[in-house]
């Protein structure tokens, strides 16, 4: 599975960014799709997951309320739709998949190039 992420950028604190996964392969069903991120300085951390049929959502208590985790099978997609965005989710965004539905990079096998995203104050 390759994994293709895209949508950060710079944002003001209290904005939106939708970010955006999309998958190479026949199997995207397959895989849990999970988010994680990295501050400069910081261990990658998780944000979010979707079960491998997108029934099933769970996210970081730090963004939980906030962010919503989507994906539409049909476009092979996954997005993470990131609301009321302070200046402590400043990070680069990764997207991952994995048959791990555990909230921790060891149990992803795949992953994309990060996103940036800038959260000003």
């Known amino acids: 599975v390759q994994l293709q992420a895209s949508g950060g950028g710079l944002v003001q604190a209290g904005g939106s960014l939708r970010l955006s996964c999309a998958a190479s392969g026949r199997t995207f069903s397959s895989y849990v799709m999970a988010w994680f991120r990295q501050a400069p300085g910081k261990d990658r951390e998780f944000v979010a997951l979707s079960s491998r049929s997108g029934g099933s959502t769970y996210y970081a208590d730090s963004v939980k309320g906030r962010f919503t985790a989507s994906r539409d099978s049909a476009k092979n997609t996954v997005y993470l739709q990131m609301n009321s965005l302070k200046p402590e989710d400043t990070a680069d965004y990764y997207c991952?998949?994995?048959?791990?539905?555990?909230?921790?990079?060891?149990?992803?096998?795949?992953w994309g190039q990060g996103t940036q995203v800038t959260v000003s104050s």
């Open positions: 991952a998949a994995g048959l791990s539905t555990l909230p921790s990079a060891a149990g992803y096998a795949y």
